[in-house]
């Protein structure tokens, strides 16, 4: 099949939403597929199979946008037509303006159409400082609905959480529960520790540094542990709060690591860790704690009511009361504090990760997309 995949933001592989496209273009072409890719980056013009639309100005916006390290896509009428020439289907990553722009186009040429939901009303609003604003965030999902999802043949949802929460806001869609999946490179590794974390005790955080991954209640939570005089907290990632971030961790006896890390250098660092803690309050899928899970960590999470992630909690111990660093605070001396468990605990994840496993995710991907443009040619 020509497969044309439309990404409103694509950049680096910095976010969950890049990362998710770029492993669903890569392994469809494994698969034998022609991917075309529609994308605002222009680092990729030339490349083949590669359509480069425009990046909206945004005037005094752009700064703030380009420090959240994206360039958002302007829609282009020529270069999506381009795209879609001869294609036998069209994927949308996001429900932004080049995302709507392609359904609109699609339907028009008749062509089958699947549409990723990456974003949770709360990562729009936050930016607008209306996270909370119950109505800020059902409009969203209003929006969303009417421009995109209610006119694509079939969703993909990377957890069942967001499939719930978007069909009780939005509207009922065709929908396909799918996790993005886990790379088979997050694994248990036979490695000697590393050096700089002699003696400490080591808690991974893998989240972008935004304001709705609430980085701060780790950083108030390992200061209140009685582990804090050992205690070393690595931040995985990249994001436009680094520099707040850095700032509130003063006063920890062991200054934390904040550094976006390669893959394989991540998985080192999960393998070099004794906990993993995803703080966040908001939260689709969270494949990066999947990934610490499957190196052998055992998580707490948080219970927030708007995060996936809490479904992964095998019990009330591996999750703590949202943004309270004082619960969190225990929860991790209650996991330094028993070895032995934690242990058991850790074969257990072991076990559960294994339905997040990354090829039988791509099939299924792979075969929403056959059966999408099977089922709409049937109907003509």
């Not at 380009?66 to 302007?74: P, T």
Request: some cysteine; aromatic content about 10%.
């Amino acid at each position: 099949m020509i497969i044309c995949v439309v990404c409103d933001v694509l950049g680096e592989a910095n976010n969950g939403t890049s990362i998710a496209a770029m492993n669903l273009i890569n392994s469809l072409r494994e698969k034998g597929h022609t991917v075309r890719v529609v994308c605002p980056d222009s680092e990729h013009k030339g490349k083949p199979d590669y359509y480069i639309v425009p990046s909206l100005g945004l005037g005094p916006l752009k700064k703030y946008v380009q420090k959240n390290g994206v360039v958002i896509a302007k829609p282009s009428k020529r270069i999506l037509k381009e795209a879609f020439d001869g294609a036998d289907h069209i994927h949308i990553m996001m429900p932004f303006m080049l995302g709507c722009a392609a359904v609109k186009m699609a339907k028009k040429q008749g062509l089958s159409v699947t549409a990723g939901f990456h974003c949770q009303a709360e990562n729009f609003t936050s930016h607008i400082f209306m996270k909370n604003n119950k109505l800020a965030n059902y409009l969203t999902y209003k929006v969303f609905y009417h421009f995109c999802y209610k006119n694509v043949d079939a969703v993909h949802y990377p957890s069942q959480f967001i499939h719930d929460v978007f069909e009780h806001y939005g509207g009922k869609t065709n929908g396909w529960v799918i996790s993005n999946g886990v790379n088979k490179q997050f694994r248990p590794l036979n490695i000697d520790r590393q050096k700089e974390f002699t003696g400490k005790k080591v808690v991974l955080f893998t989240g972008r540094y935004s304001k709705e991954k609430s980085h701060t209640v780790l950083i108030d939570a390992a200061k209140k542990s009685k582990y804090a005089d050992n205690i070393m907290l690595i931040f995985a990632g990249e994001g436009p709060l680094k520099a707040k971030l850095i700032k509130r961790s003063k006063g920890l006896a062991n200054p934390p690591i904040f550094k976006f890390f390669s893959r394989e250098e991540l998985v080192r660092i999960i393998n070099n860790a004794d906990l993993y803690v995803h703080p966040a309050e908001i939260e689709i899928e969270a494949i990066a704690c999947l990934e610490a899970i499957s190196c052998g960590l055992v998580p707490v999470i948080s219970d927030s009511p708007r995060s996936a992630t809490r479904y992964f909690a095998k019990d009330e111990k591996n999750l703590f009361p949202c943004n309270d660093s004082t619960e969190l605070a225990n929860r991790i001396d209650y996991w330094l504090d028993h070895p032995k468990e934690k242990e058991l605990r850790r074969q257990e994840y072991l076990d559960y990760t294994k339905k997040f496993d990354f090829d039988e995710c791509m099939n299924k991907m792979e075969e929403m997309i056959i059966k999408t443009n099977a089922d709409k040619k049937a109907v003509g």
